[in-house]
T-cell receptor, first 107, second 117 residues
Framework: QKEVEQNSGPLSVPEGAIASLNCTYS??????FFWYRQYSGKSPELIMF????GDKEDGRFTAQLNKASQYVSLLIRDSQPSDSATYLC???????FGAGTRLTVKP | DARVTQTPRHKVTEMGQEVTMRCQPI?????VFWYRQTMMQGLELLAY????????DSGMPKDRFSAEMPDATLATLKIQPSEPRDSAVYFC???????????????FGEGSRLTVL
């Protein structure tokens, strides 16, 4: 059974801080990794994807991948109240999701 | 504006009734996923199709759930008979996957909220 695990949170950070979200996966053969954001009552939407080891930056967001440790993370710099949402990690061609981490950014 | 369309948006039914949820994927997308989301379990993969062929339905309770793609514009998820534990939001998502390539972005529908009494 392919597993995708996320720290369930909830995670609370003050405005302007760095939020760190983590995800581990069991299928060592996984090649693709995604972070989705889901606002309450809405559908998930893609924030970033990463395929190669290392870091990938897009604005205030950085995805980090370590295939040897089977670990992918998402850093949100200068967190804003509008970043308050549930963040979902998805892994592999069959797009299996973790349970999500609820983030609250307090003004 | 291309989007994934799901119907119904809300459904309340009684235990034992048949429920059918429908999804129209984005035109040109070749992969369709069905997910179920609850507070306790998060976003669970139920089944997915590529080019209308089922690739994996291991996440579905086989005795009561079935998923089909009768044509490229329609995916269906059927529950018969429904049970209270099936109450959840069911999402359909579509994407474009190239041969030999990793999947790209998934586009989600707005979901079908099912309540089984």
């Amino acid at each position: 059974q392919k597993e995708v695990e996320q720290n369930s949170g909830p995670l609370s950070v003050p405005e302007g801080a760095i939020a760190s979200l983590n995800c581990t996966y069991s299928d060592r053969g996984s090649q693709s990794f995604f972070w989705y954001r889901q606002y309450s009552g809405k559908s998930p939407e893609l924030i970033m994807f990463i395929y190669s080891n290392g870091d990938k930056e897009d604005g205030r967001f950085t995805a980090q991948l370590n295939k040897a440790s089977q670990y992918v993370s998402l850093l949100i710099r200068d967190s804003q109240p509008s970043d308050s949402a549930t963040y979902l990690c998805a892994v592999g061609g069959d797009m299996r999701f973790g349970a999500g981490t609820r983030l609250t950014v307090k003004p | 504006d291309a989007r994934v369309t799901q119907t119904p948006r809300h459904k309340v039914t009684e235990m034992g009734q048949e429920v059918t949820m429908r999804c129209q994927p984005i035109l040109g997308h070749n992969t369709v996923f069905w997910y179920r989301q609850t507070m306790m379990q998060g976003l669970e993969l139920l089944a997915y199709f590529r080019n209308r062929a089922p690739l994996d339905d291991s996440g579905m309770p086989k005795d009561r759930f079935s998923a089909e793609m009768p044509d490229a514009t329609l995916a269906t998820l059927k529950i018969q008979p429904s049970e209270p534990r099936d109450s959840a939001v069911y999402f359909c998502a579509s994407g474009l996957v190239g041969v030999g390539l990793a999947p790209g972005e998934l586009f989600f529908g707005e979901g079908s909220r099912l309540t089984v009494l």
